[in-house]
């Protein structure tokens, strides 16, 4: 497996897997149009445009990726994604560990997740996040 920055030409397929990713959540929270799975191709290439855009491929196929942006010394992580059917073999920990090097001069990082996601507050408690606030984004999620 490799991990690299996204390019441009990655952005369709890592759009099909992060709505792919995203299914999950969304059946957790009883809501389809959460931004991942409403996200257009537009708003990924706006992304790309403003963050460091990372992808993990496997034979050729992007399995996984994330993306990241630094404001005022922080940086800020979103959609983590791995193929569903490679979870839980480190591929997100790599993923992390890899935006996390691309910011050597941020001293703090930020992301979220919904409070029901026991199985994503849990893989970012493993790596050291811990939670510092709830914020009530609507009334299926906190």
């Known amino acids: 497996m490799i991990i690299e920055r996204a390019e441009k030409n990655d952005l369709d397929e890592i759009l099909v897997l992060q709505k792919l990713a995203y299914q999950s959540e969304a059946e957790l929270y ?3 149009s959460i931004p991942p799975l409403t996200q257009t191709l537009e708003s990924m ?6 963050m460091i855009i990372l992808k993990a491929v496997e034979e050729g196929k992007i399995i996984g990726s994330v993306r990241a942006f630094e404001e005022n010394g922080v940086c800020h992580i979103g959609r983590l ?13 790599m993923l992390m560990q890899h935006i996390g090097a691309c910011f ?16 994503n507050l849990s ?5 050291g996040y811990r939670s510092v606030r709830e914020e009530q984004v609507n009334e299926k999620l906190t």
């Open 104 to 119: 050597p001069a941020c001293r703090k990082f930020s992301l979220f997740t919904g409070k029901k996601s026991l199985k």
């Open 30 to 32: 009883d809501d389809y």
């Open 81 to 93: 994604i791995v193929d569903p059917a490679r979870q839980n073999k480190g591929i997100g920990k």
């Open 45 to 50: 290439e706006e992304d790309f445009s403003k």
């Open 123 to 127: 893989f970012y408690g493993r790596l």
